[in-house]
């Protein structure tokens, strides 16, 4: 019997993840997982994804693909949980904090909806370290 897509994780994919999950190496997996129902999505990648569209038929692509997925609806709690995440990440150095605002509300989305993040993204990293989320690499990092 074959092992589950992603072991079997339901992941909010982040745009880094989308951009590459065409290469040959992680393809398969992602479309398996995508069939399979594991990969969730929220505004903010939906925003991320349709700005990166080059044109009007790419943009309708995308966001159908988009409209196929499970939608975690951005809530107050998640906008707080954010804000908290910068704070924190601030209080451990000089510099911890700098990350994209896009990347932390997806993660605090990814809390609140008991999910992982599926990412391309070393800033994930930093953010599972003050919320509570699976960063779930698309691929070792550098190798895509």
Known sequence: MRA???GGAIVLADKSAIERAR??????????AFNARQIVTCSVVA??????ARNREELE???????ML?????????????????RELAWRGA????????????????????VGVLHYDHHFDRLAKV??????????????
């Open 70 to 86: 499970r939608d975690i609806e951005m809530t107050d709690s998640i906008h707080r949980a954010a804000l908290t995440a910068v």
């Open 47 to 52: 925003l991320e994804v349709m700005y990166s």
């Open 23 to 32: 290469h040959p190496s992680v393809r398969q997996e992602v479309v398996a």
């Open 95 to 114: 510099g911890h904090h700098r990350v994209p605002v896009p990347d932390v509300l997806i993660a605090a989305a990814a809390q609140e909806a008991g």
């Open 131 to 144: 919320l509570h989320f699976r960063s779930v690499w698309l691929a070792p990092a550098g190798s895509l």
């Open 4 to 6: 589950p897509p992603l």
């Open 61 to 67: 692509n995308l966001e159908a693909t988009q409209s």
